[in-house]
């Protein structure tokens, strides 16, 4: 767990990602730090600066061990008490410890958390415990050891052999198998090679990769250099967003630990191996997630994708064999490489082995960072590892693999989160993205929130991308504003075809399925739309109107003060009424009552 490896050391470890950090964490460790000293525990008690727990809701986050206890949004000023309390008075404060949603019981160990209960935290292993910026607490949990073991034991095609039959597939969300990825870029007889790691993770509200990397950038290093030595390159590139610049931060400092300690440069280990890496910062197109136009981005052309083949093994980076993959797949690699093929393949299903990592996001209980095995059910993820949906509300639908992924209903919550499994039902495992929808979402609203995410992330260099894009979010605007037409479903489905077809890259072929999976499982609510002119959701404001309910009212007149358009009138404690025409229908007067008596009706 430690550099310190005596399973008495106390220590604390403070949440140093960017979730916590921008909760004020490092604020805490300072406070932290000074109290330790004023109570003469500073030699005793280590203060550990770690990478992101996943929980980041509950942020900032503070875990004292050996106890295991796990302290929830901790302010610099409660530091004393946790201080005095716990670690001088052996008392946990139970008023910070993490509070369960549905039971409202305090829960002082993090593994007894509903949100961990159901995790694996295989590739996440090292986030929330060791020091990203220390390379001795990687180098204490066996980091470098699958690198040492590759270069002092195995030959360049024993490793690709080893990841090949160990099925891992790449975790950048197509899903093609590594090690034979990484066969083709070694048969290829041309130098220089080249490797490449894809750390341009721009999905909306996902965090995965970031958090590997702020948290443990020693692993991707390592399966990138194993991979420089499997293909025979002897320069990596690692391309990540401009964002992300405490990810970036951490990466260079890792880079450089690893070359002082003869892990990174010329002859490795003594092995006559020579590899090192460059951190390339991208300004954060989402386009440059799709590898062709990521590596234009690293030659300092603009970031627009090219046709395939032929594909980077055969001609990438510079017209040179290049093996892409994404962070996660990269460290994932060191692990196989430890534990054995066998190991990995226990893990998950049997076309899917491992874990999978998801940001899990929108209408449940518990968000954040979750890694669960393949295998698991969507249902699983939702309610044991999420807690549900909040307000007792009905849930919706469930939206896998970001903008370009597709949307489930309830009547696929029981089928396993793999990749194959996800595929068949119309989704995909995408990079990692997971938002739910409850029945409060209008899915056409929704569709048309991806679409826009697509227009505004398309690079304009093939039409039925720019174009079809452009044309379907005008048909959901359209439909979502009630001047819907019969003809428009089917205008949909034929633009989809068109760019699915026709796009150059994947960003214009699977950026209808948002659209298409909406479609294809909430049909009535799009014909509600366009037939009826109303929005079942009571979500399009073009549809509905804002009514206050007599009977219910109070006449407290908080609606009225909190109507930005002056729209509400009434005396106190008599019923109030809403005027239609001054209405912007922002719904906040329906969020503030207290006695629900805002009523929303479609159509208007």
């Not at 935290?121 to 390379?135: H, K, Q, W």
């Amino acid at each position: 767990m430690s550099a310190n490896t005596d399973p008495d050391h106390r220590w604390i470890a403070i949440c140093m990602g960017t979730g916590c950090t921008s909760s004020a964490s490092p604020e805490v460790g300072d406070a932290l730090v000074e109290e330790l000293k004023s109570q003469g525990l500073d030699e005793e008690i280590e203060v550990r600066r770690t990478g992101c727990f996943g929980f980041c809701e509950q942020g900032p986050i503070m875990v004292v061990y050996p106890d295991e206890t796990f302290y929830t949004r901790v302010s610099p000023r409660q530091v004393k008490s946790i201080v005095e309390s716990h670690l001088v008075g052996g008392e946990p404060v139970e008023k910070l410890l993490y509070k369960d949603p549905g039971s409202a019981d305090r829960i002082e160990k993090w593994h007894e958390i509903g949100f961990y209960r159901k995790q694996q935290r295989i590739l996440l292993g090292n986030c929330g415990v060791i020091d990203p910026e220390n390379i001795d607490h990687y180098l204490a949990r066996d980091g470098y050891a699958a690198l040492d073991k590759v270069l002092s034991e195995m030959t360049p095609e024993q490793v690709i052999d080893e990841v090949t039959a160990a099925r891992l597939r790449g975790r950048g969300g197509a899903g093609f198998p590594a090690g034979v990825k990484w066969g083709f870029a070694r048969k290829t007889q041309d130098w220089p090679k080249y490797v490449i790691c894809n750390a341009d993770e721009g999905d909306p509200g996902a965090f995965m990769d970031r958090s590997v990397l702020e948290g443990d950038p020693h692993s991707v290093i390592e399966g990138m250099i194993i991979a420089g030595y499997a293909i025979g390159a002897q320069s990596g590139y690692l391309y990540c967003r401009a964002e992300y610049p405490l990810a970036i931060q951490r990466l260079g400092i890792a880079l450089d630990q690893a070359r002082q300690h003869g892990l990174l440069g010329e002859d490795i280990l003594g092995s006559g191996f020579s590899y090192d890496i460059i951190i390339k910062e991208g300004a954060g197109a989402f386009v440059c997630g799709e590898e062709t136009a990521l590596m234009a981005s690293i030659e300092g052309e603009r970031g627009q994708p090219r046709p395939r083949p032929p594909y980077p093994a055969v001609a990438g980076l510079w017209d040179q064999p290049s093996n892409v993959n994404n962070v996660k797949t990269y460290a994932y690699v060191p692990r196989v490489i430890m534990n054995g093929a066998e190991w990995f393949k226990s893990l998950g299903t049997e076309s899917s082995p491992g874990t999978a990592v998801f940001a899990l996001t929108g209408m449940v209980n518990r968000t954040g960072l979750i890694e669960v095995p393949m295998g698991i059910t969507l249902r699983e993820i939702i309610y044991d590892v999420g807690g549900g949906i909040p307000n007792n509300r009905q849930f919706k639908a469930i939206q896998t693999g970001g903008p370009l992924g597709g949307c489930l209903p309830e009547a696929y919550l029981d089928i396993p989160v793999d990749f194959d499994s996800l595929q068949k039902a119309g989704a995909v495992m995408g990079s990692g993205g997971m938002v739910i929808a409850d029945e409060t979402t209008c899915m056409v609203e929704f569709a048309k929130f991806f679409m826009r995410f697509t227009c505004d992330e398309s690079c304009g260099k093939c039409p039925p991308c720019r174009i079809g894009s452009i044309r379907m979010l005008e048909i959901l605007e359209r439909i979502t504003e009630g001047e819907g037409k019969q003809s428009d479903l089917e205008e949909i489905r034929w633009l989809a075809e068109g760019m699915q077809r026709g796009s150059l890259c994947a960003l214009g072929q699977l950026a209808p399925q948002p659209v298409i999976s909406t479609l294809q499982h909430f049909e009535a609510e799009y014909r509600a739309h366009i037939e009826d002119r109303r929005c079942p959701a009571g979500k399009c404001t073009a549809l509905i109107n804002f009514t206050i309910v007599a009977e219910l009212c109070t006449g407290c007149m908080v609606c009225a003060r909190n109507c930005a358009s002056n729209a509400i009138t009434g005396n106190k404690k008599e019923p109030h009424v809403i005027d239609p025409d001054l209405c912007e229908r922002c719904g906040l007067c329906a969020e503030v009552c207290n006695f629900d008596a805002v009523l929303i009706t479609s159509p208007r």
